[in-house]
Structure formats: structure tokens, C-alpha cells
């Protein structure tokens, strides 16, 4: 099973980050978790187009989450090699009817013609999908938000955050994960409410007591700034800043 960081950015549209995206291969299936602009064509470096993705979750719905779904619904529709398979697609309850308002505002453009989506609104529970079994919890940032607990048939179990501040259900979710991805927005001299600061990350996943911290979402000032350093000060296991095309293995 493989993590990779597709995206390592947030609204700010920047060279070396695009928006936020987490690619999770696992048993020959692909899933991503958000979808941010710069998305479909980071996948085509790693040689995955919009026929190889099974499932998309959602952490929320903010566009630098989930700008890339238009683009990947409508090369979906492209006449010369339209995408067969079924697509799943994950989030927190009122994502069906934003889905369809955005269907709606495109007419029929990014409506499936040879496939289907289904999308599945799941709150604070457990499923399974394909022998994965995916946790979400609301995260402190918009009604929709979402963070994800993944964990694999190998034991093993890896967290994406989403946009959140510092919450209780964050610290619940990763508890002994693997690997936490956590957003980690601003510096902890500019905290931003809905965001985190690396102390806090350092905090929430030293209480979590997860094995593997990495954290995402950088604005272009954290490029500049001591991040690892906070963090550490607060945690002690294994630190990692995110770059796109960062991968795990497990
Ligand atoms: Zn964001
Ligand atoms: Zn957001």
C-alpha cells in the first residue's frame, strides 16, 4: 500500500504546491481524498488518468479541495476514450445536492454517460469499501468538513485531517494511526481560526500518539519559516513537511 502527496498547497497557486490532494494505492485500487486544482495533471506524471481512479472522499468542499473533479468529470465524457469504470465519491452529508447544483450549473457537460456516480454522504461513521475500512469525523472548519481514518487489510491505518483547527475528533481519529497528515496552514505567530499552527499539529498528534506525522497545506509564508522546529518542540515521533509527490509505503 502506497501514500503520495499530490498536492501539498492550499488556495495560493504556486510551482512547487499544488492544492490539496492525497493519492492512496492499495490492492489495485486508487482512491484519492480532495481533489484541488493541479490534480489531474500531477496523476498523469504518475501515469494514472481520470479512467484509474475508483473512489474520490472529500474532506470538504472548498475549491482548492475539490476544483479538479470538474476537469476529471468532463475528460471523463471525452468521445474518444470515455471512462467505463464506476466512480464512488465520499463526503459528509450535504455534498449530494451541492453535487447536483454544480451538475446543474453545467448543464449536461459533466453528467456520465458511460459510467456511474454514486455518491455516498457519510458522517461521523464506519464503512467499507473494497476491505478498506474509512472512519470519518466532523473537523472543526465548515459544516461539511470531514476528516478520514483509513485502515488497510496489513493492519496498517493512515489519517488525513482536511482544513481543521485544533479538535478533540482530530486527536480521536488519529489516535495510534501510522501516519496522520495534518493541515498545517499558517506559522504559529499568524494562526488563522479553521487552520493549525506546526505547535498545534506537534500537540493534537502527540496526544493521537501516532507513529508518523506529516504535515500539508502550507501557505507560502510556512516555506519560510521554521515549521519543524515547533513541531518537535510538541512531538515526538516522526516529522515530515509534505512535497508534492512525497510517498509512504507500507
Ligand atoms: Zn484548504
Ligand atoms: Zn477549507
Redesign the pocket.
Known amino acids: 500500500m502506497k501514500v503520495t502527496i499530490i498536492g501539498s498547497g ?2 495560493v497557486p504556486s510551482n512547487e504546491r499544488n ?2 490532494g492525497v493519492l492512496l494505492e492499495y490492492e489495485n485500487t486508487c482512491s484519492m481524498v480532495d481533489f484541488g486544482y493541479g490534480s489531474m495533471h500531477s496523476l498523469l506524471k504518475k501515469g494514472l488518468t481520470y479512467h484509474d481512479i475508483d473512489r474520490i472522499y472529500f474532506t470538504h468542499n ?1 475549491p ?2 475539490i476544483c479538479d473533479l470538474i476537469p476529471f468529470l468532463f475528460a471523463s465524457r471525452y468521445p474518444k476514450d470515455p471512462r467505463k469504470k464506476d466512480l464512488q465519491i465520499i463526503a459528509g452529508p450535504g455534498f449530494k445536492q451541492f453535487f447536483d447544483t454544480l451538475m446543474k450549473a453545467y448543464k449536461n457537460w459533466l453528467v456520465p454517460t458511460t459510467y456511474k456516480v454514486e455518491i455516498i454522504e457519510q458522517d461521523e461513521e464506519t464503512k467499507s469499501y473494497d476491505g478498506l475500512v474509512v472512519t470519518s469525523k466532523k473537523m472543526k472548519h465548515i459544516e461539511l468538513s470531514r476528516g478520514y481514518r483509513f485502515e488497510f487489510s496489513n493492519g496498517k491505518s493512515v489519517v488525513v485531517s ?2 481543521t483547527d485544533y479538535c478533540d475528533e482530530m486527536i480521536d481519529l488519529g489516535r495510534k494511526a501510522d501516519l496522520m497528515i495534518l ?1 498545517c ?1 499558517m506559522p504559529d505567530e499568524m494562526k488563522v481560526q479553521g487552520h493549525m499552527t506546526p505547535s498545534e499539529c506537534g500537540k493534537l498528534a502527540q496526544k493521537a500518539n501516532c507513529r508518523k506525522l506529516c504535515l500539508t ?1 502550507f501557505y507560502p509564508v510556512c516555506d519560510q519559516k521554521n515549521l519543524r522546529e515547533k513541531c518537535l518542540a510538541e512531538y515526538s515521533g516522526d516529522l515530515f513537511l509534505a512535497e508534492d509527490f512525497m510517498e509512504f509505503d507500507f
Open positions: 492550499t488556495m492544492s490539496s472548498h482548492d479541495h482536511g482544513d493541515e496552514s497545506h
